[in-house]
């Protein structure tokens, strides 16, 4: 007979006998029986899901957090089988999901991070059905934090924040768990005494408190100073899904809601719905009065606050709507209302590629993100300059005063970016810019009612005189020489001279033949907000300087936990832009309590945390510290951040830049682990120097075993240490070793008193001996 067992070993099994036979073993040897990590990790995905929820503001954990639950409670009492048929329905459902990730990339065009989201929340939930092993699990938990991850991107508001806490808290104890179970731990059986309960238990629950004050303390002291760079670094922008346009778009009618709530259909009336532009009025409450085609100037009232829209941008800046050529004595309009240019996108992007103003001077790209929060006009707000708009509606309209234009208005919810060729403001170029104004600039922006030409004339004229005879008499440094120079002291000395009245109502109405800017000058001796910049615009105006009234907003307040600019509708109102040839239109603010020139790129948001942080520390001191300490800290970082940009500008200087900035880099890195390396000896040294002595021998020894490469284990005790060295050094060093750790044990637990010249002379000569 043959030995079939002498057989065996040549011949192999045959390939399905050993996959069933694999099939059948594997689960068992690798099945993670803890039901408290199970539990973690399925905590971890339903908070990845509600994160993404509350960030996107969708619905996904309706449907997916049932089937998750469902999916773990299944695969836990199906851990020890094979579940092929399982697999395979799993196998296929992700492979139907994965298409309709692709299909909705291909028909969508726009933000693929939310598709992404919905794409792992697929997976995940097929996923859950199938998790016999602890690497499973893991897959489990890298994509709860994928999805976190995404919920980040999204959010724009700090209810974020909380999940994220939530989110930590929870991976500590499940990182122990899964620790644990790489190690093989079992979970230990609980006594029934105190003592033994104490040290059974799986979790140190103060060790966990501990580290997640540690790491939450750590991770804000970091965010703070943190450096903020600019963002969209690539060239695929958030904006809504498309927006179809029903009839025709001619770009020629403004829609405010605020005034088309109030039955005027031709949007060209007063907050109140009353047509005659210089009629009296009230304001709306909920909407901006300037964004429309006319504004009445001679309406009193005010907002109540609300939230319009976020902006996420590289620069902060003024979010320019429209701007108005013909001043009409007590408001203004677009005199070219109807003579606008329709741009179209292609149906496969959402790029489309607005005209640029011809400029001489240095520009900066800066990239925009603006979500709606409540409805607006179906103007679109952007920086000076705009050169590229990702829209959702297949057109777009260019006004003459380079204002942008939506076939509907912006809703709540809607995205949109936009690229802004912004200008950088030379104050030397600027002062140098010569008077000679194309005929185009001065048939528009020169118009001023006869009726009060020269008197406002008399007037500008003798506010810069008064300038001039001080200037000459020594009280005043400026020279009024060039038209930015005039522009400043103009709108410096409105802001000194006039006021705004405290409460909203108690200016006058202005009578049928009154002109706003003649009881401005010399009846009131002041008005609202918007009123100094009209009166501005009209006093250059008077002089020959070209100049018209731009409306937007402010750039709201920036919440350093977003990134986002949060603009509401009181943050609306009006500026003063005035003509330089070459250079282009630079805007003027001369309404009191806003900065004279309004922010823009050359105001950095590097270190912004750490700036809001200072400013309300700075509130505590006096005024000669916090002056003192702004100059110095105001120098350190500003040469910090020349330093960054330097550094990562040389990365965009082709192939040289690249080779330096890798070196400098590397450079930069060496000093670094060389500067802590000397730091962490020092520390050390610092340290052993307060240890008694028969500490610090035993100390050093331990370290420098370590270097030998035998670390002491610290669930070691120093005998068994000493034992264990016995294998891994020559006989003369295990001797030292156990005598300095015998020494070290009596006189540390037994209260002997070591001879500490013998060990020391010892150890010294051990020394020697390896060098």
């Given at each position: ?48 899901i509600v994160a993404t929820d509350i960030a996107a503001e969708t619905t996904f954990s309706l449907w997916a957090v049932p089937l998750s639950v469902v999916g773990a409670v299944w695969s836990y009492y199906r851990r020890r089988n094979a579940n092929v048929p399982v697999k395979f329905c799993i196998a296929i459902g992700m492979l139907i999901a994965l298409g309709a990730f692709f299909g909705r990339l291909l028909g969508e065009l726009n ?359 001080r200037e000459q008499v020594g009280k005043s440094t400026k020279s009024l020489d060039s038209t930015y120079e005039k522009v400043l002291y103009l709108a410096q000395y409105l802001k000194q001279h006039y006021s705004i009245p405290e409460n909203p109502l108690d200016l006058p109405y202005l009578g049928e033949k009154d002109d706003l800017v003649e009881a401005f000058l010399f009846k009131y001796k002041g008005g609202y907000p918007d009123h ?240």
């Amino acid at each position: 007979m043959f030995n079939l067992t002498r057989i065996n070993q040549f011949w192999p099994l045959p390939l399905s006998d050993r996959w069933r036979q694999n099939m059948q073993k594997s689960p068992f040897s690798e099945v993670e029986d803890s039901i408290p990590l199970r539990v973690l990790v399925l905590a971890l995905v339903i908070i990845g899901i509600v994160a993404t929820d509350i960030a996107a503001e969708t619905t996904f954990s309706l449907w997916a957090v049932p089937l998750s639950v469902v999916g773990a409670v299944w695969s836990y009492y199906r851990r020890r089988n094979a579940n092929v048929p399982v697999k395979f329905c799993i196998a296929i459902g992700m492979l139907i999901a994965l298409g309709a990730f692709f299909g909705r990339l291909l028909g969508e065009l726009n933000d693929t991070r939310l598709a992404l989201a919905e794409l792992l929340i697929q997976l995940q939930i097929l996923h859950s059905f199938d998790t016999p092993r602890r690497k499973d699990l893991g897959y489990s938990i890298v994509i709860g934090l994928i999805l976190l991850g995404i919920a980040a991107t999204l959010s724009q508001t700090l209810a974020f924040a909380p999940v994220l806490l939530l989110f930590l808290a929870i991976a500590l104890p499940t990182l122990v768990l899964n620790y644990r179970s790489q190690l093989g731990l079992q979970q230990l059986k609980i006594k029934n005494d105190k003592l033994n309960k104490k040290n059974s238990a799986i979790f140190d629950f103060k060790f966990l408190v501990l580290s997640f004050m540690i790491i939450v303390g750590l991770g804000l002291a970091i965010f703070a100073v943190l450096p903020r760079f600019p963002g969209y670094q690539l060239r695929t922008f958030p904006v809504s899904s498309p927006i179809e346009v029903k009839g025709s778009f001619t770009g020629r009618s403004i829609i405010n809601p605020g005034y088309v709530r109030q039955g005027n259909a031709n949007n060209q009336g007063s907050g109140n719905g009353q047509s005659q532009n210089g009629q009296a009025g009230r304001l709306d409450n909920g909407f901006y009065y300037g964004f429309n085609s006319q504004i009445n100037q001679n309406l009193r009232g005010e907002m109540k606050p609300k939230v319009v829209m976020r902006v996420r941008s590289q620069a902060e800046g003024f979010w320019r709507v429209l701007a108005f050529d013909r001043y009409t004595g007590k408001g203004w309009e677009v005199s070219r209302n109807e003579d606008v240019t329709t741009l179209k996108r292609s149906p496969w992007s959402y790029q489309i590629y607005l005209p640029l103003p011809a400029i001489s001077v240095k520009t900066q790209e800066v990239v925009q993100t603006y979500t709606m929060v409540s409805d607006l006009p179906n103007l679109i707000p952007a920086m000076a300059n705009p050169k590229e708009i990702y829209f959702p509606t297949p057109m777009l309209a260019v006004d003459k005063e380079n204002g942008l234009r939506s076939p509907v208005g912006l809703s709540e919810d809607l995205t949109y970016t936009v690229i802004s060729e912004v200008p950088y403001r030379d104050r030397t170029l600027l002062g140098e810019a010569a008077n000679n104004y194309p005929q185009q600039i001065k048939n528009h922006y020169l118009q001023i009612p006869p009726e009060i030409a020269e008197k406002v004339k008399q007037r500008t004229e003798e506010i810069l005189l008064t300038n001039y005879n001080r200037e000459q008499v020594g009280k005043s440094t400026k020279s009024l020489d060039s038209t930015y120079e005039k522009v400043l002291y103009l709108a410096q000395y409105l802001k000194q001279h006039y006021s705004i009245p405290e409460n909203p109502l108690d200016l006058p109405y202005l009578g049928e033949k009154d002109d706003l800017v003649e009881a401005f000058l010399f009846k009131y001796k002041g008005g609202y907000p918007d009123h100094f910049s009209t009166v501005l615009t009209v006093m250059l105006r008077s002089v020959g300087i070209p100049a018209r009234l731009v409306a937007g907003f402010s750039p709201g307040e920036f919440n350093p936990f977003t990134g986002m600019y949060v603009v509401k509708n009181t943050d609306a109102y009006a500026m003063t832009e005035v003509y330089f040839p070459k250079y282009g239109w630079f805007t003027f603010d001369p309404i009191p309590g806003h900065p004279l020139i309004p922010p823009s790129i050359e105001d950095t948001q590097t270190f912004s945390v750490l700036r809001q942080f200072w400013q309300w520390v700075a509130g505590w001191l006096p005024s000669p510290v916090t002056g003192l300490l702004n100059n110095i800290f105001g120098t350190i970082f500003s040469w910090v951040s020349r330093a960054i940009a330097w550094f990562f500008a040389l990365f965009t200087q082709g192939w040289l830049g690249l080779l330096t900035g890798s070196i400098l880099a590397t450079t930069i890195a060496f000093f670094g682990w060389f500067g802590w390396v000397q730091w962490r000896e020092w520390l050390n040294r610092r340290w052993l120097k307060k240890l008694p002595a028969m500490e610090n021998l035993y100390q050093k020894m331990l370290q420098w075993t370590a270097q030998k490469g035998l670390g002491k284990h610290p669930a070691q005790t120093p005998l068994e240490y000493a034992k264990v060295s016995y294998q891994h050094h020559a006989p003369a060093t295990a001797e030292v070793i156990d005598e300095i750790s015998q020494a070290y044990v009596g006189w540390r637990y037994g209260g002997h008193t070591p001879d500490l010249k013998r060990l020391q002379q010892r150890w010294h000569e051990l020394k020697k001996t390896y060098k």
